[in-house]
């Protein structure tokens, strides 16, 4: 058997950051070759994932980057475990390194395809993912990614369990009421955009509903079409959960589409990612 010496193991160590007792296990495996272990750690990879496919990912984190004037926007999110690895430093380093690759470079339309990008040291995305994996040693996801044109503002809640983009059209004044916007989806979980986008058979249920209602007051119809207009409002704010309907949240006396067009927009869409859901 070839003598396993500490350079050696130290060398394999500083090649692979894991565990001392690995390395060394994966040298006396090899007889002493460095290039043999490696690939007897990667094999290893393999079956730690197998073994663990059936694991809950309940914790992770959400990664923003986002254009310095607003103009695109890119999220990822990564799963795993368990919370300390959620908030660890190897996670946040390939998630952030991961969504800034995502704005600033060609793209990518999966997670795989973005995973097989070259990340700054030259290596792939999937190469520190599955040294991450070997490392840690628990289910680990990279589980969605996102790209948007801007105007768009980010939010990550202070956990970083929660993620926003939001995007506007027009030529807003201020971006910093895009951040505000994004925010606000954050916290109040509006379930779609626009009013157009809501279901419309649910909303023409309501709206007959609301006619019946109303034409039992006796009041003539060019009376009972404002109430039922302003009836419907408040459906849609309310009920179906439209972003450009609700009152926002910093300052309840406008509606989202009103702070908006304050500063020269108006809502388009948005994207709300949470860990777990």
């Not at 990667?42 to 103009?71: C, H, M, W, Y």
């Not at 201020?174 to 626009?194: E, G, S, T």
């Not at 908006?260 to 994207?271: D, N, R």
Request: charged fraction near 30%.
């Amino acid at each position: 058997m070839a003598e396993i010496t500490a350079a050696t193991v130290m060398k394999l160590r500083e090649m692979t950051k894991l565990p001392m007792m690995k390395c060394k296990a994966a040298l006396a495996e090899a007889e002493g070759d460095v290039e043999k272990a490696i690939e007897i750690l990667k094999s290893q990879l393999g079956k730690l994932i197998l073994d663990r496919s059936e694991n809950a990912t309940k914790e992770g984190r959400v990664f923003v980057a986002e254009k310095p004037d607003g103009s695109e926007a890119a999220m990822v999110e990564i799963q795993c475990e368990s919370a300390p690895v959620g908030s660890g430093e190897a996670l946040a380093a390939l998630g952030q390194s991961m969504a800034d690759a995502l704005l600033n470079g060609p793209g990518a339309s999966s997670v795989d395809e973005l995973l097989a990008q070259k990340a700054p040291d030259g290596r792939t995305f999937k190469e520190h993912y599955e040294e991450m994996l070997l490392q840690i040693r628990e289910k680990i996801v990279v589980t969605r990614l996102a790209r948007v044109k801007g105007p768009v503002g980010s939010y990550i809640h202070h956990n970083g369990k929660t993620g926003v983009l939001f995007q506007a059209e027009g030529e807003p004044k201020n971006l910093a009421v895009l951040r505000d916007i994004a925010m606000h989806i954050a916290a109040l979980k509006p379930q779609v955009a626009r009013v157009e986008d809501a279901d419309p058979a649910a909303a023409g249920v309501e709206r007959e509903k609301l006619v019946a209602e109303a034409k039992a007051t006796g009041k003539p119809d060019n009376i009972i079409d404002k109430i039922v207009d302003g009836k419907m409002k408040v459906y849609y704010r309310d009920e179906a959960g439209v972003l450009a309907e609700q009152m926002f949240a910093k300052d309840d006396s406008k509606s989202v589409s009103q702070v908006l067009a304050e500063v020269g927009a108006k809502v388009k869409g948005f994207t709300r990612w949470v860990i777990g859901e």
